[in-house]
């Protein structure tokens, strides 16, 4: 027997084969799920599949087809109720999803259409701030990357401090807090990844108990930079220990072929499209000097 909207009972039915016989029928679980779509990346959606049920323990498998198979996409088989897909392509898809039950039962497809308009696969950029720019041992110093891009699509941010403690890896860990147990210069690394797994990386180094310089770098514009418009660096942030000052800034820009400059601010036009990571490296009036990366131009 079927209930009105055509599903089956969902319980187990002994049906009568015969005398002393009886064949059991297994309600099949229902499939539902919700689509999401990226505002940064048009091309990534997110399927939500936990409205889908079973009367038969838990859903143990959920099978996905995208719609674009035929291009050479793969098909996914996962454990959770969540997945995300980018299409390489514009174009409108026909998602299916068939759940199984903890016996393997499958149940009706389910599918939904959605619709490519535009494909983004810019790549990200990482970009750090650290307050205070030079720290103390056993102080804390915070590390701030939340003004790497493509805000809004950045899945993954990777902190390795160069002091040999564990990475600090997460969706949350834009910005993060750390502790060096003893002086020196430290490398700080991020790496930044998105949603269709491409990453990027920057680096910072820190000066932990410094009696020198430390430099800090900035540039304006940061976003809309094209081949041929000027970048502007400035480095008055860059502080010298107390009776000394800051004589001289000297800016490697990254742009392959090009020589160091000097000046502050330090206006500079890149010659071709890309990514550079610039640095600058600063002298005091005793003649100690410090370097230290930019955040990437792109």
């Not at 991020?190 to 797994?197: F, N, Q």
Request: net charge negative; hydrophobic share 35%; aromatic share 8%.
């Amino acid at each position: 027997m079927k209930p009105s909207n055509g599903f089956l009972v969902a319980a187990l039915v002994a049906v009568a084969c015969g005398p002393g016989k009886t064949n059991q029928v297994t309600a099949k679980p229902t499939a539902a799920f919700k689509v999401t779509q990226s505002t940064v990346r048009p091309q990534v959606f997110a399927f939500d599949a936990a409205d889908s049920t079973t009367n038969i323990g838990v859903i143990a498998k959920y099978k996905w087809l995208f719609g674009d198979e035929a291009a050479g996409a793969a098909t996914s088989d996962v454990v959770s109720s969540g997945t995300s897909h980018a299409y390489k392509m514009t174009g409108t898809f026909t998602v299916t999803l068939v759940v199984e039950d903890e016996t393997g039962t499958p149940s009706e497809p389910v599918t939904k259409e959605v619709t490519v308009a535009s494909v983004n696969s810019a790549g990200p950029t990482a970009r750090i701030t650290v307050t205070p720019p030079n720290g103390q041992p056993n102080a804390q110093v915070t590390f701030d990357g939340s003004m790497s891009t493509p805000i809004d699509d950045l899945q993954s941010f990777e902190w390795d401090f160069g002091d040999m403690t564990p990475k600090v890896i997460g969706k949350d860990k834009s910005i993060v807090q750390h502790t060096f147990a003893m002086a020196g210069t430290f490398r700080v690394t991020l790496k930044v990844t998105d949603s269709l797994g491409q990453n990027a990386t920057s680096e910072v180094q820190v000066p932990i108990g410094s009696t020198g310089p430390v430099a800090v770098c900035t540039y304006t514009p940061m976003t809309g930079i094209t081949q041929g418009s000027v970048v502007t660096f400035n480095g008055n942030n860059s502080t010298a220990p107390m009776g000394t000052t800051i004589i001289a800034h000297q800016w490697f820009p990254g742009d392959p072929g090009s020589d160091a400059g000097t000046g502050n601010p330090f206006p500079y036009a890149y010659r071709s499209m890309g990514t550079f990571q610039p640095k600058l490296k600063v002298f005091d009036s005793m003649g100690r000097s410090h370097e230290t990366f930019c955040a990437d131009v792109t």
